[in-house]
């Protein structure tokens, strides 16, 4: 028998486990070895959310602004040097 849901029984959709799984993953691979895979998962999701949000905020305050640049085309800067001899030419 078909279920109109594409559910036979309770169950998790594909899109909802690759979330959960996907928040698993940035908290264990960005707490910085604080957390493992297995206490992260048998987190209660008001926690796991939590977790994950926090360590969201701390990596966007920790990005860089990059600096507005004035033109396009990169300015070599040169060196005021003024020779201390002369020619025809500079008379």
């Known amino acids: 028998m078909n279920c109109p849901l594409g559910l036979t029984f309770f169950g998790l959709t594909q899109a909802y486990r690759l979330s959960v799984f996907t928040s ?5 691979f960005n707490g910085n070895g ?23 905020e701390h990596f966007e305050s920790q990005k860089v602004e990059p600096a507005p640049t004035q033109s396009s085309t990169p300015q070599i800067a040169k060196p005021n040097i003024k020779p201390a001899y002369t020619t025809k030419a500079s008379k």
């Open 24 to 28: 698993i993953h940035e908290i264990v």
């Open 34 to 56: 604080g957390y493992d895979w297995n206490t992260v998962y048998n987190m209660p999701i008001w926690l796991r959310k939590f977790t994950f949000n926090k360590i969201k």
